[in-house]
């Protein structure tokens, strides 16, 4: 049973350019969350994704938007890439927003 | 919002002793407060988890303890294998459930020393 997959692993974007990161989550979970974690922090919320809508937003600005699909995968773009967005993007998915989120490996987006 | 402290920052201790990490939140509401592993080049792991309906939860090495007076949770591992090296996180919730999104602290380095 496959867990949270994530693509891709890594990723060199140049400040500026635009990004798109992909989440599958784990068989029987309809909830997706994206994290942001910056070196040497905790996992900081971008938002989350139910029943295809968004549901909760953290404190994060409007360049960060995402989508999810009927099969409940889930994509994070991220606009007008900044230095400070250079992170490893996490997502996390959960049965119908109960929490006991299971995350998936992330992808390491270094910005230059 | 929600603000999670978690202490120590680093923590060394020899294998086979017993480790405490502590986190403390700041919004009366969370009711569910989640332990993430979290080992190098991995994504975090739940280890344990416990909801305000409840003071303390066990499982085999693992326990954590829930003040809500206080606002304070821990995570307790006792016989402290090689294995457990990792950064710990604690984080909370105000929803019941996680479907708000989780809070986190900083983490915690846990070194077991042969």
Sequence with gaps: DAGVTQSPTHLIKTRGQQV?????????????????QALGQGPQFIFQYYEEEERQ???????????????????????????????????????????????????????? | ????????????????????????????????FPWYKQELGK?????????SNVGEK???RIAVTLNK????????ITETQPEDSAVYFCAASDSGGGADGLTFGKGTHLIIQP
């Design chain 2, 1 to 32: 919002g929600e603000n999670v402290e978690q202490h120590p920052s680093t923590l060394s201790v020899q294998e086979g002793d017993s480790a405490v990490i502590k986190c403390t939140y700041s919004d009366s509401a969370s009711n569910y």
């Design chain 1, 57 to 112: 937003r953290g404190n994060f600005p409007d360049r960060f938007s995402g989508h999810q699909f009927p099969n409940y995968s889930s994509e994070l773009n991220v606009n007008a890439l900044l230095l400070g967005d250079s992170a490893l993007y996490l997502c996390a998915s959960s049965p119908s927003r109960t929490g006991g989120d299971d995350f998936g490996q992330g992808t390491r987006l270094t910005v230059v």
């Design chain 2, 69 to 76: 007076t206080a606002k304070h949770f821990s995570l307790h």
């Design chain 1, 20 to 36: 798109t990161l992909r989440c599958s989550p784990k068989s029987g979970h309809d909830t997706v969350s994206w994290y942001q």
């Design chain 2, 43 to 51: 994504g975090p792991q739940l280890i344990i988890d416990i909801r």
């Design chain 2, 58 to 60: 066990k499982d085999q």
